[in-house]
């Protein structure tokens, strides 16, 4: 695919992150898209309660701000970098060709189980923050499933004896 071209047609706005396909060639580059990273974000850090739902949209002015707002704001930069962080490594296990990327996918007709039916690993088809509010609500960080760990570490480590 061309730099600078939409990866996904007929999507109302672009995926969290994209990596093409390696093919003839492995892939040396993805593309990481913050503004759907940071609406996420305010998804998954909304007021599920409500009704209509309310995102999560700190009224943001510049000096004096009230300091219950500054943490507000500081809470929703947090999760809009440690979901930039979640996607780069999401898209860097695609790049290396890792098991199980997509891993639970149910629009893909050959896409693995997670491991262990583990969900919350950097190889999960939402892991990339598109409609995982889990990234956002404090529960367990994500992580390689085990054979990624181990494919990764043969890649880094070469000597590994990770199996």
């Not at 060639?25 to 609406?39: A, Q």
Request: aromatic letters at 12%; charged letters at 15%; a negative charge.
């Amino acid at each position: 695919m061309p730099k600078y071209t939409y990866p996904r047609q007929g999507a109302p706005y672009p995926p969290n992150g994209y990596t093409g396909l390696p093919m003839p060639n492995p892939v040396n580059w993805s593309t990481v898209y913050y503004l759907p990273i940071m609406g996420s974000a305010q998804i998954g850090l909304g007021d599920f309660s409500k009704s209509p739902f309310e995102p999560f949209s700190p009224p943001y002015v510049l000096p004096p701000m009230d300091p219950s707002v500054a943490a507000r704001f500081q809470t929703l930069v947090s999760a809009i970098g440690t979901v930039i962080g979640v996607v780069a490594a999401h898209e860097t296990g695609h790049q290396l060709s890792l098991p199980n990327m997509e891993c639970d996918d149910p629009d893909n007709p050959y896409a693995q189980p997670c491991q262990n039916g583990d969900i919350y690993v950097y190889n999960y088809y939402t892991s990339d923050g598109n409609g995982a509010t889990w990234d956002y609500l404090g529960t367990p960080k994500l992580k390689w499933s085990e054979v990624s760990q181990c494919a990764l570490e043969r890649y880094l480590l070469p000597q590994s004896k990770c199996q």
